[in-house]
């Protein structure tokens, strides 16, 4: 068995068993084939030596100690397979480093820009000078801002929301994400009414209104893409004065995180509400709980000045 099918049979497991999403996989296969390019001999035989080389190589290259790692990451898992299903009787990973990551912080946004971009969304969404069309997608864009502002969803799990969660009309409702793992994300009033607004609209339109999704598209997967998504909100961005290179729907998942933390609430709850299945993926935000302490000790201290 060459590398090739090698990696395909890891990607099987990974979808089968484990129930890895098209995002994850397709990242698997974009790394471990690019890493099967660049080692002599194909990855599914390679050595420590050659693993390392190819580290060093693309360190060299320029790129990120994240990227690296990630690359590294799926290179282990792949071995951890083969050596599992007795394709190689070592695991030449296992003497290898991870590049040394510095903390980075997550890009936000201030709650005084996320209230401008939303104030947008909702002056277009009642635009009577707006087309049919244009007025369409304007709604579509209000009720996807309001919803993961208010829930923080990561956007594959946005655009892929299912209409019974708008026909419901409920204050909370579940989500399925990464590892097909099920929480519970809230909704705000005026993403309720927000996403009732384009619910009814869509509804009068008959290529959407048997849609299984919430907000249809006629693509693959059925649903609007994360791409036309980024693309629409960096468009309301600069019409709202903000600096699109400031703006993606993962900035507003992590302006709902961090606003949250600054306004009181507690770390446990937003790596719930976030989805995230370890507490350290959540502490990228710890910088924010130093703000508030330093905040709440100069505000109360009796010796503060």
Not at 209 to 237: C, I, M, T
Not at 254 to 264: R, Y
Not at 290 to 303: I, K, T, Y
Request: proline share 4%; charged share 25%; hydrophobic share 45%.
């Amino acid at each position: 068995m060459n590398s090739a099918a090698r990696i395909e049979a890891f990607l099987e497991m990974m979808s089968a068993e484990r129930g890895a999403a098209e995002n994850t996989l397709s990242s698997y296969r974009r790394d471990l084939e690019e890493a099967s390019a660049g080692i002599g001999g194909g990855l599914a035989a390679a050595t420590s030596a050659d693993i390392r080389a190819y580290l060093d190589d693309i360190a060299a290259r320029g790129f990120a100690a994240t990227s690296q790692a990630r690359k590294l990451s799926a290179i282990r898992q792949f071995f951890k397979f083969l050596y599992a299903e007795g394709l190689r009787g070592d695991d030449p990973t296992g003497t290898l480093d991870s590049p040394r990551k510095g903390r980075r912080l997550p890009k936000t946004m201030s709650e005084a820009d996320t209230g401008r971009l939303l104030d947008r969304a909702a002056q277009e969404a009642v635009d009577p000078s707006m087309h049919d069309g244009d007025r369409l997608a304007a709604l579509r864009l209000h009720a996807l801002v309001e919803v993961l502002y208010a829930t923080g969803l990561r956007v594959s799990e946005l655009v892929g929301l299912p209409v019974t969660v708008a026909q419901r009309d409920d204050r909370f409702f579940m989500v399925r994400g990464k590892g097909n793992k099920e929480r519970m994300v809230p909704l705000s009033a005026k993403a309720r009414t927000a996403m009732r607004t384009w619910l009814a609209a869509r509804g009068a339109v008959p290529a959407l209104a048997d849609s299984p999704f919430l907000f249809p598209a006629a693509s693959d997967s059925g649903y609007l893409s994360r791409q036309v998504f980024a693309r629409e909100l960096k468009g309301l961005a600069a019409r709202a004065g903000i600096a699109t290179a400031k703006i993606s729907p993962h900035v507003l998942r992590h302006a709902f995180a961090s606003h949250l933390l600054q306004n009181g609430a507690d770390l446990r709850a937003v790596q719930q509400l976030l989805g995230h299945a370890d507490i350290s993926t959540t502490q990228i935000y710890t910088h924010v709980l130093e703000e508030r302490l330093v905040r709440l000790v100069n505000d109360h201290h009796p010796l503060a000045d």
